[in-house]
């Protein structure tokens, strides 16, 4: 069974950083497609950036310049660099796995953007 977890949600200033990471179980990783999805409160859930297994990325609009994402197939680990974080990146971030028709979802951890 894959699972995933993730940390490295809190609470930062507008401008701060944060790290988030996600550690897979379960699965051959390397083969996974990987993503970081977040949900603001009455909002859909959206795409903030996803990498390939061969190491292509892609972001959302609202990531690009910002945000940085990168796997480690070694650890079966893939983080979200986020700076210059404004209060509209608050949300629930969901880290996601998908290989064909299997998709898999982590609990998601909160970020707060606040002063």
């Known amino acids: 069974q894959v699972q995933l977890v993730e940390s490295g949600g809190g609470l930062v200033q507008p401008g701060g950083s944060l790290r988030l990471s996600c550690a897979v179980s379960?699965?051959?990783?390397?083969?996974?497609?990987m993503g970081w999805y977040r949900q603001a409160p009455g909002k859909q859930r959206d795409l903030v950036a996803t990498i390939t297994h061969k190491n292509s990325t892609n972001y959302a609009d609202s990531a690009k310049g910002r945000f940085t994402l990168s796997r480690d197939n070694a650890k079966n680990t893939v983080d979200l660099q986020m700076n210059s974080l404004k209060p509209e990146d608050t949300a629930v971030y969901y880290c996601?796995?998908?290989?064909?028709?299997?998709?898999?979802w982590g609990q998601g951890t909160q970020v707060t953007v606040s002063s």
């Open positions: 379960g699965s051959i990783f390397s083969m996974y497609a």
């Open positions: 996601n796995a998908h290989l064909r028709q299997y998709i898999h």
